[in-house]
């Protein structure tokens, strides 16, 4: 079966530090892959997806990159993170049909 | 381009009672329709999708959703709320084809909360 692992669960992270976050699916080969965000009281964002290895769609323009360096691994990334990044990121897979998103257990990140 | 709109922020009903949380969208593609619960601090689990055929959806726990293409609507019901309803719902649509496939565009959530 296929399962979607992201970690770490939380994070606290003080202004100007870097990010790294990952994401790793297992059970299917060459999956679409998103990483989307959820702010405090508000819906979720799609942020970055990628369709295969070292391809990267960026849907906003931010202070947040993305990389996918093998197959099933999709990382969200900052070099210096500001108070406006804290919220609850969740990456996502989708089958080949286009639809069906399974998401991940997410990652809370508070920025101090 | 897509849009997803969610009646109502909060959603407050008594355990037993009906349990109906709306939801209105545009898409210039055909669209397929999704309901995802947030329980607090976790990821999205979907309850039911809407790709083709059939316009009335039944997913997990009960709740069903109708596909109305002349409202462009895809309300989520459930005839009898429990306790473990409670939580945040989400209403999200993604095109079936072009710029918009495989990419979910959210409502802003419902958040459901249940009386005893």
């Known amino acids: 079966s296929q399962t979607i692992h992201q970690w770490p669960a939380t994070l606290v992270q003080p202004v100007g530090s870097p990010l790294s976050l990952e994401c790793t699916v297992e059970?299917?080969?060459?999956?679409?892959l998103y990483w989307y965000r959820q702010a405090a009281g508000r819906g979720l964002q799609l942020l970055f997806y990628?369709?295969?290895?070292?391809?990267i769609s960026s849907e906003v323009p931010q202070n947040l990159s993305a990389s996918r360096p093998q197959d099933r691994q999709f990382i969200l990334s900052s070099k210096k993170l500001l108070l406006s990044d804290s919220g609850f990121y969740l990456c996502?897979?989708?089958?080949?049909?286009?639809?069906?998103?399974?998401f991940g257990s997410g990652t809370r990140l508070t920025v101090v | 381009a897509q849009s997803v709109t969610q009646l109502g922020s909060h959603v407050s009903v008594s355990e037993g009672a009906l349990v109906l949380l709306r939801c209105n969208y545009s898409?210039?593609?055909?669209?397929?329709l999704f309901w995802y619960v947030q329980y607090p601090n976790q990821g999205l689990q979907l309850l039911l999708k809407?790709?083709?055929?059939?316009?009335l959806v039944k997913g997990i726990n009960g709740f069903e959703a109708e596909f109305k293409k002349s409202e462009t609507s895809f309300h989520l019901t459930k005839p009898s709320a429990h306790m473990s309803d409670a939580a945040e719902y989400f209403c999200?649509?993604?095109?079936?084809?072009?710029?918009?496939?495989?990419?979910?565009?959210f409502g802003q959530g419902t958040i459901l909360t249940v009386h005893p």
């Open positions: 990628s369709v295969g290895i070292g391809q």
């Open positions: 999200a649509v993604s095109g079936k084809s072009g710029t918009s496939y495989g990419k979910l565009t």
């Open positions: 996502a897979w989708i089958g080949d049909r286009g639809y069906g998103y399974t």
């Open positions: 809407y790709t083709t055929g059939a316009t």
């Open positions: 059970g299917t080969s060459n999956p679409n």
């Open positions: 898409s210039s593609v055909p669209p397929y």
